[in-house]
């Protein structure tokens, strides 16, 4: 049979990704460039027995999502720059107290209220460094319609698999453009839910290092009944001081990450076997860059495109043997240069790195991104 | 059509033009399995005044999703004209509402006039239809659909009791385009 295709908002690929993953709960406040995949959850989540909940600010939702995941529910908020600068010191505490649940961000300009409705790739950063105190990051940064919504369904996988917060960033022209998308029949994409625990509920203690890096995580409203809370914390979920055990725990939570990092990382890499200039971009920005590799391939510039699928963690290993590899890497971001940092610290000075950067509310266009990597060249 | 095409509606806030874009993409990229990359003016410059849509259609998967060089371009008000209907493709196609855009945007592309609201008013029975006579008419000016593409997505989109309003509204558009270029 053929499968179900339809022309989609990327915003509403993010609600029907959320749904095929087993989304049942979404608590948000709605916001510019985001709010329709709140809309298409309010009218969709009921219709599958979920719950959709409108707070009264970022912060309630940020808070809302936490509960939910902890009574054993898929728990989703969608907000844009400012709600996940609300957000930050509730994503803190779901990283601390290792809560699984997805954070989409569709991104606009800043700071603060900035420009609602042009498009921005300036939380980047803030996606790794929002929150205080040292903490393990995924953020995915699809860059297409059917992404969102394959993006959307790995967001909840990972947040499930290694029980933390997974954030999706794409900004608002992705968010808003109208794309076929195919829907995946069920089961043709992995769904992940998070290990719940096989010992007896006296036994149970949800944190517990024996279990391995991430510890099964049992529903509040089960039998199970456990403590958690900001502070650092021993395996049984109550707050500790004792130096070992705060290390052990810190160190443990990066190491669902850090350790893990060939099942998180996802890129896609396009004509770079032979590229002597490297564009690193993600977003829609990448399908500029794209466009541009294209063009000057016709001319017979030897260019390439490096597209990060997952930004955080950081791809080190596969950047470092590009910058070696190419005289040059070209990186155009709708922001003053983030990613640029990262890539600057892993290419350790062994080419030439350039950044395109605009800010103006205008995505950066094929054009330009064609002059710059001839500028290189 | 290997290449892309592009296609931008434009007009006032209200006028349905996002929605004829969506129609259009619909067309191209359900009913004939083409790629189709949709996108509209959004925010405070939607909000009245002059409002777009762009339609990207290719044979190939598009990447850049904003218009780079329009290959046609509809203006149905004297605002969208001026603010929209620039960057036509040499040798392109301009489609305006005559009893509106009087002054006429100058570039080396054909210029098709057609009172499009007043055919919607007078023709078809409903001035609320004028966004899919526009449609119609920009199908047949670019053939970048079938006809037939063109009037399922339309009939896919409306609630039924208007089915037959928007059919005669397609098909009028279709038509006084194709009388134009004949006459």
Known sequence: MAKKVALLQGNSACAYGALYAGCNFFGGYPITPSTEVAEVLSVELPKVGGKFIQMEDEIAAMASVIGAALAGQKALTATSGPGVSLKQELIGYACIAEVPCVIINVMRGGPSTGMP??????????????????????????????????????????AEKYRMPVQVLYDEIVGHMRERIEFPEPGELEVINRTEPTVS????????????????????????????????????????????????????????????????????????????????????????????VNELRKEGVKVGLFRPITLWPFPEKRVAELAKQAKAIVVPELNLGQMILEVERVAKGTCDIVGINRVDGEPINPGQIIAQVKEVK | MAQRYEIRFSGAGGQGLITAGIILAEAASINEGKHAVQSQSYGPEARGGASKSEVIISDEPIDYPKATIVDACLAMTQESADKY????????????DSDFVKNVPAGDFRVVKIPIMRTAKDDVGREIVANVVALGAMIAL?????????????????????????????SIGFEKVKEALEG
């Open chain 1, 201 to 292: 509920p006296e036994d149970y203690k949800p944190f517990d290092p024996s279990f391995g890096d991430v510890p099964p995580l049992a529903a509040f409203g089960t039998d199970y009944r456990f403590h958690v809370t900001g502070l650092n914390k021993a395996a049984d979920g109550f707050p500790t001081t004792k130096a070992n055990l705060v290390d052990d725990e810190q160190r443990r939570q990066i190491r669902k990450v850090d350790g893990n990092q060939p099942d998180i990382e996802l890129n896609e890499e396009y004509l770079t076997e032979d590229a002597e200039v490297i564009i690193f971009a993600y977003g829609s920005t990448a399908r500029s860059a794209r466009y541009a």
């Open chain 2, 142 to 170: 670019t053939d970048v659909v079938s006809r037939e593409a063109g009037e399922k997505a339309v009939l896919a989109k409306v609630p039924e009791a208007f089915l037959e309003l928007n059919k005669k509204a397609y």
């Open chain 2, 85 to 96: 209907a620039n960057g036509i493709k040499s040798g392109g196609v301009l489609l305006i």
């Open chain 1, 117 to 158: 409705t042009g498009p921005g790739q300036s939380d980047v950063q803030q996606a790794k460094w929002g929150t205080h105190g040292d903490h393990p990051v995924i953020a995915l940064v699809p860059s297409s319609v059917q992404e969102i919504f394959s993006e959307t369904v790995r967001a909840f996988n990972l």
